[in-house]
């Protein structure tokens, strides 16, 4: 037996009816999208369709065209920040992005002058909606913040949609760790780029992803290319979301993506909340009796997603994440989990920490088998 615990690096197991769709669709259909108009072609189009849709619908995306299908969340990031940025913008973050935000905003600092507020996250706690208040100023582009971070599963503060909305900025939301395991509705986040990625709690397969761009929100293209219709223009089509998906899509994928979203919302989003929530609860209660174990970021289920970083007395992260895996069969992360900024906060950048990442198929019964082997590591450590 085998107990998996880096969900927050992408879920597993998948349900079976994503891996049955994917298996459907390359053996039964395998025809590409948006190019034949005979009947198969015509069924991978309604396909492709529905798989939008049902993004819609978990997202409360009235009009799913403008969700644009990406190979993950890194390539919806790249392509809001460097479709929007421009010359000398001014962008605020917060020290606790993962790579996926951080690494294009440095790349656009040195080419495009992007001036950068980072606000400060003490401790791996969210932001301060004042200080992101008082950090917009009228040359402010884009506020882009993730939605839970990575790292301690921190969630951001539900005012910031509304701060930025009365200030005109657009916000864009990491929903890297947050989509498909916590109620997101673009609306009432006043959300006007949401990145996702469909291989972690969405529950789809690896090399899919989207971006919704709210009306009124233009970008630049990352990439030009066919989509099939209007062959004939030079450049590529206005509309969405031909605009920005040039080249064949990921067929397979958005099959087991559409299949894994039906799953979420037949499931319900709201038990697959409760359930990892009350997992958190569990782990936040039991993790301080393991011996000099450090646990980072909110005390509370309420404030987190089921992401949960800690260190182990001064036992090498690495170090605990072999054990567990070779004398215990437990899989979880050591590092800095791509988000080395997060570690500043919480004072362990010089080494990271484990972090384990919860999901809907995990049991209170896999965290108690944790716990007791993290109480065993520890009591070794000490003799
Ligand atoms: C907050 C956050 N942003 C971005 C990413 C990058 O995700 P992907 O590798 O699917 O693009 C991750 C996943 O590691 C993440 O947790």
Redesign the pocket.
């Known amino acids: 037996m085998s107990i998996y615990f880096d969900n ?2 992408t879920s597993f197991p998948k349900p079976e009816e994503v891996c049955e769709a994917m298996l459907q669709y390359q053996r039964e259909l395998g025809v590409s999208s948006g190019r034949g108009a005979y009947k198969k072609a015509l069924e991978v189009d309604g396909m492709v369709f529905k798989t939008r849709s049902l993004l819609g619908r978990l997202f409360n995306i009235k009009d799913a065209t403008r969700i644009i299908f990406t190979s ?4 919806s ?1 790249n392509l809001a920040l460097k479709g929007l940025i421009e010359s000398g913008d001014h962008v605020i973050t917060t020290h606790m992005e ?1 790579n ?2 951080w690494r294009p905003l440095k790349v656009l600092e040195e080419e495009r002058g992007l001036k950068l507020t980072v606000l400060s996250c003490p401790e791996g706690e969210k932001f301060n909606p004042g200080d992101l208040e008082k950090a917009i100023s009228p040359e402010t582009r884009l506020v882009v913040v ?1 939605h839970a ?2 790292v301690t599963g921190t969630l951001m503060p539900k005012e910031a949609g509304g701060i930025c909305r009365e200030k005109g900025v657009p916000l864009l939301v ?1 929903a ?2 947050t989509a498909g395991v916590y109620p997101i509705d673009v609306e009432e986040l006043k959300v006007d780029l949401l990145a996702f ?1 469909g ?2 709690g969405l529950l789809g397969p690896t090399g899919t ?1 989207g971006l919704y761009i709210a009306p009124g929100i233009d970008l630049k293209p990352l990439k030009e290319g066919g989509t099939g219709g209007e062959s004939i223009l030079e450049r590529q089509p206005d509309h969405l979301p031909d605009k920005y998906e040039a080249g064949t899509p990921n067929l397979v994928g958005l099959a087991g993506l559409g299949a894994a979203v039906r799953y979420i919302l037949d499931r319900g989003l709201e038990n697959i909340r409760r359930h990892e929530r009350e997992l958190t609860q569990r782990a936040l209660e039991t993790f301080p009796q393991v011996p000099a174990l450090t646990l980072y970021g909110p005390s509370s289920a309420e404030e987190r997603v089921a992401v949960l970083s800690f260190n182990l007395g001064g036992l090498p992260p690495e170090e605990v994440s072999y054990v567990l895996d070779e004398a215990y069969h437990i899989m979880v992360r050591a590092g800095l989990h ?1 988000a080395p900024k997060a570690h500043r906060c919480l004072g362990t950048v010089d080494r990271g920490t484990v972090r384990i990442g919860l999901g809907i198929f995990n049991t209170e019964e896999e965290l108690e088998y944790l716990t007791k082997a993290l109480k065993e590591i520890a009591v070794q450590a000490k003799s």
């Open positions: 927050a690096a993950n969340v890194t390539e990031l993962h996926a935000v993730n971070s990575n990491d890297a760790q990625t291989h972690k992803g791509c």
